[in-house]
């Protein structure tokens, strides 16, 4: 049973656009919302995260807008650079556990 | 070194051997986690410990598989019998529990290949 469901699949934007990557959930107990990104060769590593008593989080470039009642979440990277090229993972959890139930990936790809 | 090390990053190894893998956490961090990812998939639970005491254990755990934190601080994953279809990418991670924002830290990984 999946229960975090991602896409795309695969991202490609130009330099300076905005990425956006979209994450829905299953399990109305899951309180914590985190975003990964992974390149390759290297584990995951935390961008920003978000609970769900806040419908949008900023740090940076990074944005997470979070809808509770939709049960959806998503992830934008505003200015998008070449660098940002990677994995994006979205991830959920519950209660205080931090056993993550990871969506399948956005492969993202930004070009010059 | 201030991060989660794993070793080996590579392992082949042949159907029905045996192979463990280490993982060593950030030094003051009290919980540790396996995962596993294959090609294009996410990362997925496989156990976590706090501390010695392992609490949770995945349905993708099986008999095989045996994962041990004996005095709170590195950890060992080990596969027996290993099948073809064990090949993946096995993750170590660590947090500290009781931080206001806990995080969960990823080591690189050790790539196991199952001829």
């Known amino acids: 049973q999946q229960q975090v469901k991602q896409s795309p699949q695969s991202l490609i934007v130009q330099k300076g656009g905005i990425s956006i990557i979209n994450c829905a959930y299953e399990?109305?107990?899951?309180?914590?919302f985190p975003w990964y990104q992974q390149f390759p060769g290297k584990g995951p590593a935390l961008l920003i995260a978000?609970?769900?008593?806040?419908s949008e989080k900023k740090e940076g470039r990074f944005t997470i807008s979070f809808n509770k009642s939709a049960k959806q979440f998503s992830l934008h990277i505003m200015d998008s650079q070449p660098g940002d090229s990677a994995t994006y993972f979205c991830?959920?959890?519950?209660?205080?556990?931090?056993?993550?139930?990871f969506g399948s990936g956005t492969r993202l790809q930004v070009q010059p | 070194d201030t991060g989660v090390s794993q070793n080996p990053r590579h392992k082949i190894t042949k159907r029905g051997q045996n192979v463990t893998f280490r993982c060593d956490p950030i030094?003051?961090?009290?919980?540790l986690y396996w995962y596993r990812q294959t090609l294009g998939q996410g990362p997925e639970f496989l156990t976590y410990?706090?501390?010695?005491?392992?609490?949770?254990k995945s349905r993708l755990l099986s008999d095989r598989f045996s994962a041990e934190r004996p005095k709170g601080s590195f950890s060992t994953l080990e596969i027996q019998r290993t099948e073809q279809g064990d090949s993946a990418m096995y993750l170590c991670?660590?947090?500290?529990?009781?931080?206001?924002?806990?995080?969960?830290?990823f080591g690189s990984g050790t790539q196991l290949s199952v001829l």
């Open positions: 991670a660590s947090s500290f529990q009781g931080s206001p924002n806990e995080k969960l830290f």
């Open positions: 399990n109305t107990a899951f309180d914590y």
């Open positions: 978000i609970r769900p008593d806040v």
């Open positions: 991830a959920a959890s519950r209660g205080g556990r931090r056993a993550l139930t």
């Open positions: 030094s003051e961090h009290n919980r």
């Open positions: 410990f706090q501390n010695e005491a392992q609490l949770e």
